[in-house]
């Protein structure tokens, strides 16, 4: 059974207070998946021979999850009048036979390299948008966590081009099928701009930042990871032709 939440923000129309909680409840409900991402990327991490710095980074990033998830709820809790968590997982989590190795790196790649550095933009954006204390505090610790878990994707990717040189071309494929700027999401249903004071970016300016992240920082970074011979010039040739 639910509890009621003794915290309630009273500043709001009902209408706006229910999507922002709504919005804060997604978001723990990401976070606490992402615990079973990292628990899954560990065991293949660890399959692949990867060194234990990385494994000992992965540990620490599920536990940080953990802590995301609890802040996340407890914003949706006060939004919503009503304590939040999450329900049983039901997702396999244990991969199973030998690894796919350039599966995992375009996994990461996209997840990781990709979608991580692109989202922690988002929180870090967030947090300049808005003055709430308790919003505050937890996009403040998002943004710093999570920006170590962008940094594992990128030094795991750089490991493996590393221990394997013939899945160079992969990477630099990859890189260029996910740093395409692509159309505009719409806004969820219901949104209201006040929504963008209490965490919540629009899509609009959701675009802005991911296109910004892409021009200034993701494609230059990709193309510094495939070094500078025949790689990184198959990267370059592959941007060019996405657009």
């Not at 723990?28 to 992402?34: D, I, V």
């Not at 980074?57 to 709820?73: P, Y």
């Amino acid at each position: 059974m639910q509890r009621r939440s003794r915290r309630v923000t009273v500043s709001l129309e009902p209408a706006d207070r229910r999507l922002i909680g709504e919005l804060w409840l997604g978001s723990g409900l990401y976070e606490h998946a992402s615990i079973a991402s990292f628990s899954t990327f560990l065991l293949q991490a660890m399959q692949l021979g990867a060194p234990p710095s990385i494994l000992r980074r992965t540990i620490r990033a599920m536990d940080d999850e953990v802590r995301h998830s609890i802040l996340c709820f407890r914003l949706a809790a006060r939004f919503l009048g009503v304590e939040q968590g999450p329900g049983p997982f039901v997702q396999p989590i244990s991969p199973r036979g030998t690894p796919d190795e350039a599966a995992i790196l375009a996994a990461v790649i996209e997840e990781g390299c990709v979608s991580e550095t692109i989202a922690v933009a988002f929180a870090a954006d967030a947090l300049e948008r808005t003055s709430d204390p308790d919003v505050r505090a937890a996009l403040e610790a998002i943004v710093a966590d999570e920006r170590e878990h962008s940094q594992l994707a990128w030094d795991f990717v750089g490991w493996m081009i590393e221990t394997r040189p013939h899945l160079a071309g992969l990477a630099d494929a990859t890189f260029a099928r996910c740093l395409k700027v692509g159309d505009e999401e719409p806004d969820v249903p219901g949104w209201s701009p006040i929504a963008e004071s209490f965490g919540h970016l629009s899509a609009a300016s959701k675009a802005e930042v991911r296109r910004r992240m892409i021009e200034r920082e993701l494609r230059p970074r990709a193309a510094a990871l495939a070094g500078g011979g025949a790689a990184a010039a198959g990267f370059r040739d592959a941007v060019a032709a996405a657009g």
